[in-house]
């Protein structure tokens, strides 16, 4: 039984090392990032029993993932495409501080992903789960994955499956008028919503107090719950008519990329085992927290971890 199931790619991220750039180094760390699979580690990581669904070239890239994947305690469950031209996409991070700052490459066109069809995938893992999870990157790389991300939507609440979503829009796959209309087609399939305040104001037009802007999603699109992320002014939720806010926990930043992962990761992974929306919005903040001190997209770290974070400041506020 799962009870996290998460769909989306998965990306092989190479680097140079820090200080050098992509146009002179002659050596690449390899990882992988991918919105979905970060979230799945974090949730395996803090003790969900977590399955990642997906599509994967059959070589030794794919397996690589796979490989990662189940050493965090994730289940991957996995559509093999053995085709002439099967791919994983890449992306390329080079890292630089004020004034330069950091540059990302995609190269993940035409990734095996972005065939993958809800026939082929082995969908029954949605039976068991008590959640899905999937994002806004997902349905921007083909116009099949959006159909599939909707099936699979609908799928997962059909199974009695809390379905969960996060906007995580990204400028370099479809413009905010293309994402809105994307994200607004999948609503009617969601419970809980996730969103970064810009990215409501920059797809969806909505700005202004922040708990007004999630009551009106909650109210317009009927969701269970909604939280909205707001950088260094932490997060809210609302819920049920009441209001939540967390601050963020301080942390030196050595890698931001994945740290959005991570909260949705520490909130799911709470919510799942029991806990309050409170106790959820705390989980989330340390997650990140700890994520940015982490290099890579994957939020390694550990229960004990989260809590120590939690027990040295002070939790979110009730209004």
Known sequence: ?????????????????????????????????????????ATARLGAET?????????????????????????????WDDSADARLGTYYLEHGGDPRGTDVIYDRADASVTTATPDELPTEVLRDADVFYTSGITPALSPTLSDTTA????????????????????????????????????????????????????????????????????????????????????SV????????????YDADTFDAIGTGDAFVGGYLARRTDGGSIPDALAYAAATASLKRTIDGDLAVVTPAEVEAVIDRDAGGISR
């Not at 750039?21 to 979230?39: K, P, W």
């Not at 305040?197 to 007004?212: A, M, S, W, Y």
């Not at 939720?237 to 963020?248: K, L, N, R, S």
């Open 151 to 234: 099936a699979l939507l609908r799928g997962a609440r059909e199974a009695g499956a809390r379905t969960a979503f996060d906007l995580n829009y990204r400028s370099k796959l479809w413009s905010p008028d293309e994402a809105g209309e994307g994200y607004e087609a999948l609503f009617p399939h969601v419970d809980v919503l996730f969103a970064a305040e810009r990215d409501v104001e920059t797809c969806l037009g909505r700005e202004g107090d922040p708990i007004e802007v999630a009551n009106g999603l909650l109210r317009d699109y009927d969701f269970e719950t909604v939280v909205l992320t707001r950088g260094e002014n932490g």
């Open 237 to 248: 939720a609302v819920a049920d008519g009441e209001a939540y806010e967390q601050p963020v």
């Open 51 to 79: 399955t990642w669904l997906s599509k994967l070239p059959d070589s030794p890239l794919g397996r690589r993932i796979t490989a990662e994947l189940r050493s965090h305690g994730v289940d991957p469950a996995v559509a």
């Open 1 to 41: 039984m799962s009870a996290i199931v998460t769909f989306g790619e998965t990306m092989l991220r190479l680097s140079p090392p820090r200080g050098e750039r992509l146009e002179r180094t002659r050596a690449l760390d390899a990882q992988q990032g991918g919105a979905e699979s970060n979230v799945a580690v």
